[in-house]
C-alpha cells in the first residue's frame, strides 16, 4: 500500500467521524427543541437557529473532503 493511500484513508475516517459526531450534535439539539427529528436533508437546510447552524455548517464544510478523499481511496488503481 503506497503511503498516499494511508493519508487519503485516514481523512476518510477523520471526517467520518467528524460528520458523525456534529450530526449527533444537530440532532440532540434539534430534538431538544423542536420535539421530532431533524429532516434527512439537515445538511443542506438553513434552520435559522444559531445554536443549530455551527453544527450544520461544519458538517456541510467537512462533506467535500470526505467525497473527494473517500472517491480517490476507493477509485485509485
Known amino acids: 500500500m503506497q503511503p498516499i493511500n494511508f493519508v487519503e484513508l485516514g481523512v476518510v475516517t477523520m471526517c467520518s467521524v467528524a460528520l458523525w459526531f456534529l450530526g449527533a450534535r444537530f440532532s440532540r439539539r434539534y430534538i431538544a427543541k423542536h420535539r421530532a427529528r431533524p429532516p434527512m436533508t439537515w445538511m443542506f437546510r438553513n434552520t435559522g ?25 476507493l477509485f485509485r488503481p
Open 49 to 73: 437557529d444559531p445554536d443549530l447552524e455551527g453544527s450544520r455548517r461544519t458538517a456541510l464544510l467537512i462533506l467535500p473532503f470526505f467525497l473527494v478523499a473517500l472517491v480517490l481511496y
